[in-house]
């Protein structure tokens, strides 16, 4: 069974040299394992196995496999973030000491002659007791739902939260029907189904769709709580304004907030920081995000152009709906900053306030 598999990881190992999953099993470690153990690491890469075209091609199904199968992780880490085997990843919020930013700390877009743009700051976080979503059955994705429904209420409680959760588990005493969930995707609350996505599909991540899905959303919706997406938990603050700050602090006092909550307690590796599905994203699980127009850039009705000037600044670009959507008829692009891994949470949005003033000059230039 298990050399089956080996034999067809390396075959298709010599097929797809940019598939890093792929590219980082080794036979010679594998056969180390113990049966248990061949298994949980095939789960990993099935995603990849199944799409051989995945940049990534692999996942974490349980909260302790970075740590667990570190001689494969590491390397796929070392690969996708351009980091030494060795490395260990350090969080810090703090914008104190980093060069090229206000002396009074404060990033507002305004100074860059931005207008308000719609700002959004998310962390990707799991919960130590439950498998990651690539390995829930469906019973753990409603056990967690339920468990988080218990610590909204502290939430919703508060009257600086308030708010409500919104599910989509048939049955669930929050469920929401289709037309609902489609105004909150449309309002970029909400996260799409996850069926339609083949990578999340043969990870497991997408499994039981709609069941354990859902969000909470604070009254002045500005702080959300996606639960059951590729993490247990999607933690966002999201505004429209111009002061960067607003939603980085925002989101730092409410992580803070929901991780005290009793009986919540976050998946972290000692040397990896905040341990999330996506190699991708761990250590900050942070993506900082501003919708923009770039109408020059995307003159061509294509991201192309914004991307291969973005790439060099290590920004990326996704469409307006997220992430494989197309660019918006205005020519709104979603701009973020590459990296989470082995690089502090305050470094992220600081690259972001960096980094656009210099991609509005080069679409400035593109007039
Ligand atoms: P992520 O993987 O970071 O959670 P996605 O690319 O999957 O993000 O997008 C999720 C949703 O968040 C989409 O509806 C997307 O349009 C929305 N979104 C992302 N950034 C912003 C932003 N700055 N302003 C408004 N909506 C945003
Ligand atoms: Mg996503």
């Known amino acids: 069974m298990s050399e089956d598999a080996v034999a067809r990881i390396e075959g298709l190992k010599a097929e797809w040299p940019n598939n890093i999953g792929l590219q980082c099993f080794e036979a010679a470690y594998f056969v180390t394992l113990s049966e248990d153990g061949k298994a949980r690491l095939l789960n ?139 105004e909150l995707v449309d309002q970029h609350i909400m996260f799409k189904n996850m069926d339609n996505d083949r990578y999340l599909t043969a990870a497991g991540i997408a499994a039981d769709w709609p069941y354990g899905r859902g969000c909470y959303v604070s009254a002045d919706k500005g702080f959300i709580i996606w639960v059951g997406e590729e993490d247990h938990l999607r933690i966002m603050c999201m505004q429209r304004g111009t002061v960067l700050n607003d939603v980085f602090d925002r989101l730092k006092s409410a992580l803070d907030l929901v991780e005290g909550i009793e009986g919540l307690e976050f998946a972290y590796s000692d040397d990896y920081g905040a341990v999330t599905s996506c190699p991708t994203n761990l250590g900050t699980g942070m993506r900082a995000s501003l919708h923009i127009q770039l109408p020059n850039l995307t003159s061509d009705g294509t991201d192309k152009r914004a991307k291969a000037i973005a790439k060099p600044l290590g920004l990326s670009v996704r469409g307006a709906g997220g992430e494989h959507t197309p660019i918006g008829e205005d020519g709104t692009v979603d701009i973020s900053p590459s990296a989470r891994f082995c690089i502090t949470e305050a470094e992220i949005v600081a690259s972001l306030y960096k980094a656009i003033a210099l991609l509005v000059e080069e679409e400035n230039k593109a007039a």
């Not at 091609?57 to 740590?67: I, K, L, R």
């Open 44 to 182: 990993c890469l099935n995603s990849g196995i199944e799409n051989p075209d995945s940049e990534m091609g692999c996942y974490a199904c349980q909260p302790s496999d970075y740590d667990d199968f570190k001689p494969f992780f590491s390397k796929v880490l070392a690969r996708y973030h351009k980091v030494s085997e060795d490395t260990r990843h350090v969080n810090n919020w703090s914008l104190d000491g980093i060069e090229g930013l206000p002396a009074d700390g404060v990033l507002d877009l305004a100074r860059l002659g931005l207008p308000a743009l719609s700002m959004r700051v998310r962390a990707g976080r799991n919960l130590k007791e439950f498998p990651l979503p690539g390995s829930m059955t469906k019973d753990d994705r409603i056990g967690l739902e339920n468990k988080m429904m218990a610590a909204f209420e502290k939430l919703i409680a508060r009257p600086d939260y308030g708010g409500r959760y919104h599910s989509l588990t048939p049955g669930n005493p929050c469920f929401i029907d289709d037309a609902a969930y489609q």
